[in-house]
């Protein structure tokens, strides 16, 4: 399916008409966060009240008025568009939930073989209980944050 959208998107951009991640955002400094999608270099605000009942149907109403070049609700009503999609650089990006604690899997022999290697070398790197259990290790959820985000590292 070929999808389309009156929205310009980078060809490089990795939120194209056809992966549109949800997120949580605040417009401005001070304001309440809201839930909105990342289509190119915008972020379309969740369709709430202040939009009208004609296009805040569902938030799905809300993606397939992108998804099509020829839908005029949003795309021939400027002032919904500047209301409606605001440009990403804009807006301070949030995480959507508080993250407590993750466990990571090593699913992948890749990843496996590759971490194996830093520890025990290239001779020993999957060791044969990694074919008949699920090895993980504990994560620090202070490592999850949003991206561009400095990283101090330390000296």
């Known amino acids: 399916m070929d999808l389309k959208s009156f929205i310009e998107v980078h060809p490089d951009s990795h939120f194209p008409i056809e992966n549109l991640p949800y997120g949580v955002f605040k417009p401005e400094p001070g304001s309440q ?3 909105g999608v990342a289509i ?7 369709l709430g009240d202040r939009f009208g009942r ?4 569902s938030a799905a109403q809300g ?13 021939d009503n400027e002032g919904l568009r500047k209301k409606a999609l605001l440009p990403v650089d804009k807006v301070e990006m949030l995480l959507p939930i508080a993250i407590g604690d993750y466990t990571d899997f090593f699913s992948s022999m890749h990843h496996a073989k590759n971490c ?9 790197a999957i060791q044969p209980n ?4 699920p090895i993980a290790y504990h994560g620090r ?15």
């Open 33 to 35: 966060a809201r839930p």
């Open 40 to 46: 190119g270099d915008f972020v379309l605000e969740s």
């Open 54 to 57: 004609s296009v805040r149907r």
């Open 63 to 75: 993606l397939r008025l992108l998804q099509s070049a020829t839908e005029a609700a949003l795309r």
């Open 116 to 124: 194996g290697t830093i520890f025990r070398g290239p001779q020993n």
């Open 130 to 133: 990694w074919f008949h259990l």
């Open 141 to 155: 959820a202070s490592s999850i944050i949003i991206s561009g985000t400095d990283i101090i590292r330390p000296r």
